[in-house]
């Protein structure tokens, strides 16, 4: 009888910032194979799920070390960890505008900096050590399109809405870690991959949403859930042999 590579049964898998949009996706599907699911957020989740939940700022090393002694104490090795906490920035319209690079504030910066990368950088410090001990594990970081290419502020034009510069440094420097970590941590049989996903349908402005599905050869947005069966396979033995892989999902746009 052959071994079941998917199964995901059991499973311990931490996900940073699951009551988000994709984060909530990315937990459903996870509880859906039966994996136990551990959510890190700061912010409450809006509906009840059969997840364990954390509330905590991971950009606070100390507030991960909390969470790791639970996991110590009750004996819980950790199997997969999901870095996909970051501030994001959607195209709303905006008739005063401060993203601009011109102007755009620092403390924007510092705080964009802290979660979106530093706080992926101290997950991974904190249980990706752990996973090390037990010399298996799968990290998984969520990067973008827009830590391949930069964005084309066109596609926002007359809506008054900039994507700000530290979007583009983080999501770059997510892969920049996943490299790093997938190196580093190669001899301890802990793999390190990131997925980056285009933009996902949600509602956006009908104008918007007609330039970017021009910039895309599938002449779409992703639709919900599109991104899950990418973060199963990554979770799973499935992908045994992979490691510092970036899994561009975007329907194509980075490619022309």
Avoid at 21 to 40: D, M, P, R, T, W
Avoid at 169 to 189: C, D, F, P, R
Avoid at 203 to 214: H, T
Avoid at 235 to 247: A, E, P, Q
Wanted: hydrophobic letters at 35%.
């Amino acid at each position: 009888m052959k071994q079941n590579l998917f199964n995901l049964k059991n499973k311990n898998v931490v996900v940073t910032g699951g009551n988000g949009f994709l984060g909530s996706q990315i937990v459903n599907s996870l509880l859906y194979e039966k994996a136990n699911v551990y959510i890190i957020d700061i912010n409450e989740p809006k509906k009840k799920k059969s997840a364990e939940y954390f509330k905590s700022d991971i950009t606070n090393e100390k507030d991960l070390k909390k969470i790791l002694k639970f996991f110590k104490l009750k004996k819980i090795k950790v199997d997969v960890l999901i870095n996909n906490a970051a501030i994001d920035y959607p195209p709303l319209k905006s008739k005063k505008n401060n993203l601009k690079l011109e102007t755009f504030p620092n403390n924007l910066w510092d705080k964009d900096i802290s979660v979106s990368l530093k706080g992926s950088y101290l997950c991974t410090k904190v249980f990706g050590s752990y996973m090390s001990k037990f010399k298996k594990g799968s990290i998984i970081n969520v990067s973008s399109d827009l830590g391949i290419i930069a964005p084309d502020q066109r596609i926002y034009k007359n809506s008054g809405f900039i994507k700000p510069v530290t979007y583009s440094i983080v999501k770059h420097g997510i892969i920049g870690l996943t490299k790093y970590t997938a190196s580093y941590w190669g001899n301890k049989n802990i793999r390190c991959n990131a997925i980056a996903p285009g933009g996902i349908y949600n509602n956006q402005d009908s104008s918007f949403v007609k330039k970017i599905n021009q910039l895309i050869p599938l002449g779409r947005m992703a639709k919900k859930n599109e991104y899950n069966g990418l973060i199963l396979f990554l979770c799973s033995d499935l992908s045994s042999y992979m490691t510092g892989s970036i899994i561009v999902a975007d329907g194509g746009r980075t490619i022309i």
